[in-house]
């Protein structure tokens, strides 16, 4: 296993509404690697695009850290100040979120746009940077680079877009990426394409990536390890290959079966849905969905056991029942 390039630790962070606390991460702590890619799965409202903006520096009022920390390369990135920040994302920390068009501005060319990074980075001039991002095109696969700088966002194709994000995510070669949502917006054939494409990037720039989706299908293909993700809590992290075998918190194999025998892409079929994170369950917080739950479950809440390297929070594994 390479070097940790990103380690959160007993992570809380917490978004006070007029209706109450929402308790959106609560107690995570997971690392990653050099080269790792770790995906992070779970429906919505399981806390896991809350924790790409804690990764990110990028959490807003009301959200707020309660507890815990964010090491990057060993520097806790939650108590740098905005202009720290700004220096590290886009750098040492490339970003790709869900839809292009929120974060291409359509009066600027393409080209421009992703020069922009290397001159908030450089303090060059951007267009000094155009031969620099027709090889970024190239990378990410965008035909006719020498002309697609020169587009404007309208004149581009979602999936084009998208690839443009990704250029943008890497221009600056960073030790890791967040992806949040990548390919959501994306028809299947081009979400398996940037999936792909990412997995390729990584092997030439040994980055570190997290990837984090709802969309389980797309995730084990491209991830070395899985965290995943259950009402602000972290209920399963291992091998990929480890937890498609043999998944063993009762909500892995919930997410898995839909996956392998109903044959869907989306995970819209457990039973019941995923709580209030302002008066979350006591105890486990899946035990009112879990077929599984018996008296202790709704009374105490299991802790993560390590068995063999994966780690798993649930009173029926690792002799806590
Ligand atoms: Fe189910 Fe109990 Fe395990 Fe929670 S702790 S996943 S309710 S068996």
Redesign the pocket.
Known sequence: MGEKVLEVISLRVYYDLPQGTVRAVDDVSLDVRRREVIGIAGESGSGKSTLALAITGLLRPPAKVVSGKVLFNGVDILRLSEDELRRIRGRKIGVIFQDPNTYLNPIYTSGFQVAEVFEAHRGIHAKKYLNEVVKLFRLVKIADPERRVYAYPHQLSGGMKQRVLISMAIAERPDLIVADEPTSALDVTIQSEIMDLLAEIREETNTSIVMITHDLALLFEVADRVAIMYAGKLVELGRASDLIKDPL???TKALLSILRYERKKKLTSIPGSIPSLINPPPG?R??PR?P???SK?SKIE?KAVNIDGRLVA???VGGSE
Do not use: G, I, N, R
């Open positions: 918190h009762p909500y486990c899946f035990h879990c599984y739950a018996f479950c299991p649930c009173h029926l």
